[in-house]
């Protein structure tokens, strides 16, 4: 609410006092978008269970309007949540019907960049502000902005949504109110047309709840739809609601404005008690707690074909076997439009049924402004944010791929350095390992007598960088999951783009922490003081470490975390049986050589082993009678190494690397489609 500024104005005589009101909150800086009205007819969804297939939604159908707060009710298990994902989108398969957007067929591809989810979840980047976020936000979305232009857009609506004094606050230190204020923010940056809304007030208190509806009613009277799934609301919130959508076993029980619908079930002689709430009366009929009465209810509402407006008669009451097909579910919208302009007397003309529909929707638009005085500059001034014209092709991004990569790779990278478990905590591990196998091997490497022990240093350098870079990732990529569900599905970036930098952001600090640990076992162990042995050796740990963190990435992209954690370690165990350090090439039966090829581990071994004991490394030193690996070409004929070359073990990695990078984006793209 707006509030008023006193302005003191003193003379010699008296004191005047004039009351100056402080201008509306108004989003006027969001570009403009189309409107956007749907209706869906005979929707089905079937979901298989093993060999049986379970119907969730019954051939429903339904039209929902811009400029109205639209709520989905039912009871558990009703099919609400289903509905609003197929009418986002987010579900495609097992699904058969028509949904029309403004009186269209919809356009998929284009339909999803007019409209946005909000899922019941908060899935915000813990480690960013409230204004970083937001930058991100109009970079990806309306990055053809100016600088300046981006900017006002992100203070308006912080401003609005009453987060402009949290602008340096951490995500993570927001109340649950803040957060899907926050959330709503983002999405609001491109202005869709069309918002959707899982439960927007699960877990928030009455006041937060409150203040949450209020938004969303706002945002629809500006011109946008707006549409929620809500459980149970209370007698206040239900107020606050246009247009009711009500569901009860996979059907639809009713269909109209919130102030119809007690007069609409006294009709069918269920009557709401006094001072009983609406919303939890009609839920409590759809479960069967005043007898059976969902198949009166589909038959009267038609299964959504019958729209309950005020200013129109409710419809004759018949047992209807059948359901009209697409066609004539249009033409019934379009009569019930029809009559309805007529019932409200409107005087203006109109010529052909685009302006009658047109002139319905702007009667209903300022009569939701009228009913509340107060809102009404808002409505007209959020208005001109959208226009009535049908969707032109739309940009499938705010931004080119390319720039999508810096700026994903920007926050990766500043994500990255405030996360306590991915810096801070491994490069302690780094250091203190690498201090503790430094001082346990201290001096042995150039010691003949001590060769084999060196070899089982060598191995150990391969398991510590193999299980540091793989269990990190597995531990933190599927935490980004949530995250990309969302952002991926309301066409924030690219799938490409984001991977490409979430994959790239984390190699420069492993690179740090690789060099940190190799620097001081290398010389704390004695291998040999050669710069040119030194990065060769540095090279093949590098590049295990890299594979080894590619293993994660496609474990973590194709499995949760609990089963990553468990099963990475275990197909791990044949990498490291076939690395050469316990069975030497030439013992392995032939029947099993092959898999020696797909051992990353023994590459980085062979590799390390090439590096230290290869290329006419000079005799060791020994210190007592008899010493076998004396020279250094007796070690790799015992591992069988002697004719190996380091150039093919780099290059294996390096082959390695990019079919696992490749895998993973494979399987993380078979991941976001399934989880639809």
Known sequence: MATDNLLLKTTSTDVKVQIVSTPKKNLTHLPKRPKVDLAFSNLKYVVKQGKTEKVILRNVSGHIRSGELCAIMGPSGAGKSTLLNILTGYKTE?????????????????????????????????????????????????????????????????DTLGLIDHRKTMTSGLSGGQKKRLSIALELVSNPPIMFFDEP??????????????????????GRTIICTIHQPSARLFEMFDQLYTLADGQCVYQGSTNQLVPFLGSLGLQCPAYHNPASYIIEVACGEYGDHTRKLVCAIDNGKHDIREGLPFPEFKVNDGLNNAEQFEKDNLNSLIINKLAKGSSNSSNGTNNILSDSYNNHDLKAAVSDGTELEKVNVNSALLNNAMPVKQPRYGNSEFQQFFI?????????????????????????????????????????????????????????????????????????????LKEHFNRWYSLRSYYLAITISDMPFQTVFCIAYVTIVYYMTAQPPDMQRYGMFLLACLLVSFVAQSVGLVVGAAMNVQNGVFLAPVMSVPFLLFSGFFVSFDAIPIYLRWITYLSYIRYGFEGTALATYGFDRPKLDCFIKYCHFKKPKTTLEELDMHNSSYLVDVLALVAIFFFLRIAAFLFLKWKLKSNR
């Open 408 to 484: 994903i790779l920007k926050r990766a990278l500043l994500f990255s350095m405030r996360d306590w478990t991915l810096m801070y905590l491994r490069l302690f591990a780094h250091l203190l390992v690498g201090v503790l196998i430094g001082a346990l091997y201290f001096k042995i490497g150039n010691d003949g007598a001590k060769v084999l022990s060196n070899l089982g240093f060598l191995f150990f350098n391969m398991l510590f960088l193999m299980y540091t870079s793989m269990t990190i990732t597995i531990l933190s990529f599927p935490l980004e999951m949530p995250v990309l």
């Open 94 to 158: 097992g699904m058969s019907g028509q949904i029309l957007m403004n009186d269209a067929d919809r356009d998929l591809g284009q339909f999803r960049k007019l409209s946005a989810y909000i899922m019941q979840d908060n899935q915000l980047h813990a480690n960013l502000t409230v204004d970083e976020a937001m930058s991100v936000a109009a970079k990806l979305k309306i990055g053809d902005k100016p600088v300046h232009e981006r900017e006002a857009v992100i203070t308006e609506i912080l």
């Open 201 to 222: 007030t699960s877990g928030l208190d009455s006041s937060s709840c409150f203040q949450c509806i209020s938004l969303l009613k706002t945002l629809a009277k500006g």
